[in-house]
């Protein structure tokens, strides 16, 4: 055997080492991952952190991150998680395809290494036997590699196949999530369109009726005017027969005038109540009731969201028409109100504040006088004294248990409360005598007044109808004001 000297053997190996390329070193035992660059230059692959987590983790943990989510999630939320996340899977793709490459690369690389190695044991076949097995050793490392390589090719095959299939599932999704979508608009749509339709027929149904009471109610001017004519031809015939048939007949057609005129006002208001509705449709209140003397006006929500009343901070005012100013009503603060004598000619406004939002409510226009209740006021006027039947609900702000039944006088000079020969107060009219309509006392806020008859003595009477109530209110206030006094409620502009 044929003894090689350590320099002569280093030699050899430098020259067969430089004969194969200048970028490879044997000085380890295992050979190393390279991989080909621009011009086929050869680079060292970048390591890999064995602790990271692999493709096939991160695609399981946002999967089942998008299913949990997608419980919680709104149809255009989820729509735009669908997009980002097919963003994502196609991201993934792209990472895998490029690793599919870096494989086939590598796969080159081995295939050029194992072509050396090949020829290094060709040229070292017979000159040393060291050289020859550490070549060798070297090719079944180089194998071994290839092996490794083969299976990393596979398992990236398959997470490439897990990519597309899941972003495939993601499109899907997200077209159904968009489909959805454009469904609910549509339907949305097709709701608003109804809506105003059946808006604008009631609309034109109002003015429809509005000319219709307008052309019939001239018609019957017409009508009255040419009987009104024909009576007095009779009478003027001496005819009295017949002028009493026509004086009937003419009461029976101004009662039905009458009321035409109100049925007619009272179209304009649903009018104007649909008019405003349409204007504001996000109103949380409206105003209900009837916008005349004797009635009661209530304040309710429009939506059941809307904030409860009894958590509101409500106040009424009284607006001039001719100035538009708000004039507060002292201790009117609750849902209900009703109006008193002093409230006709007047637009009456209502402010409910909640969580620092205030939202207004307006009567359609100025409170009206009750139907013959200023000929009844003239009727008593012509009477000394007047009394009317009340009951005692309140004495300085406490309630009163007793319900029986006392007499309210109301004198040209005074007025006096009494139950038979008891007399609970009396006292003429002076500067701090107040009497007004209750202000917030339910449905019978209507029937219901408020007399202080001086400093520290007040009583709130229920009186057998409105209009009793509102006759002795208006009563008082002409005898105190013959007087020189003006009668009226707490911090009101007399």
């Known amino acids: 055997m044929t003894k090689v000297s350590p320099e002569v053997g280093d030699k050899m190996q430098e020259e067969i ?37 692999s493709l096939k983790e991160v695609v399981a943990r946002e999967t089942s991150l998008l299913v949990e989510q997608q419980k919680r999630l709104s149809v255009r939320d989820l729509a735009s998680k669908f997009d980002k996340n097919l963003s ?30 090949e020829s290094i044991r060709g040229r070292l076949a017979g000159r040393n036997k060291e050289d020859v097995e550490k070549a060798i050793s070297m ?24 990519v597309k299939k899941l972003a495939n599932f993601l499109k899907q999704a997200s077209e159904d999530a968009k489909k959805l979508v454009n469904q609910e608009r549509s339907f949305a749509c097709a709701e608003i369109e109804s809506a105003r339709a059946v808006v604008q027929r009631f609309g034109e149904a109002l003015e429809e009726q509005e000319k219709n009471s307008q052309s019939s109610e001239k018609q019957d001017v017409e009508g009255l005017t040419d009987e009104v004519q ?13 002028v009493m048939d026509m004086e009937h007949e003419l009461r029976a057609l101004r009662i039905q005038i009458r009321e035409k005129s109100l049925f007619s006002v009272k179209l304009q208001k649903e009018l104007e109540i649909s008019k405003r509705a349409e204007e504001n449709p996000s109103r949380l209140y409206e105003l209900n009731g009837s916008e005349t003397l004797g009635s009661y006006l209530q304040i309710k929500p429009c939506y059941d969201k809307a904030p409860e009343l009894l958590k509101c901070s409500i106040q009424w005012y009284r607006v001039l028409s001719e100035s538009s100013k708000n004039e ?17 000619g007047r637009i009456l406004q209502a402010d409910i504040v909640s969580n620092g939002q205030k939202a207004t409510v307006m009567t359609t226009g100025p409170i009206e006088p009750a139907a013959g209740l200023g000929s009844y006021v ?29 007499v309210l006088h109301v004198g040209k000079m005074r007025m006096k409360l009494c139950k038979g020969w008891i007399t609970k107060a009396r006292e003429s009219y002076t500067a701090s005598m107040q009497l007004c309509g209750v202000r ?55």
């Open 230 to 242: 024909e009576a007095r031809k009779i009478r003027r015939m001496h005819q009295p027969g017949k």
């Open 440 to 494: 917030g006392a339910g449905n019978a806020a209507a029937k219901a007044l408020f007399w202080q008859a001086r400093k520290g003595h007040s009583f709130v009477l229920a009186f057998e109808s409105e209009r009793d109530r509102n006759a002795a209110i208006m009563l008082a206030r002409r005898y105190a004001l013959d007087c020189n006094v003006m009668l009226a409620g707490p911090d009101d502009r007399a």
């Open 139 to 162: 090719v079944k490392q180089v194998e071994a590699l290839a092996v490794k390589l083969t299976q990393r090719e596979g398992e990236l095959i398959q997470e490439k196949f897990e």
């Open 378 to 406: 003239d009727t008593l006027m012509r009477k000394t004294n007047t009394e009317f039947h009340v009951v005692i609900s309140q004495i300085n702000g406490q309630d009163h248990p007793s319900h029986s039944v006392h």
């Open 17 to 53: 080492v430089l004969s194969v390329s200048a970028d490879v070193s044997f000085a380890s035992n295992h050979f190393p991952k390279y991989k080909l660059g621009p011009d086929n230059q050869i680079l060292e692959e970048p390591k890999v952190d064995p602790k990271a987590p």
């Open 328 to 344: 507060p009503i002292s201790g009117a603060n609750k849902s209900i109100y009703a109006p008193e004598p002093l409230d006709v």
């Open 88 to 117: 994502a899977a196609a991201k993934l793709n792209d990472e895998a395809r490029l690793r599919e490459v870096a494989s086939l690369e590598g796969h080159v690389l081995l295939k050029k290494l194992r072509d050396a190695l």
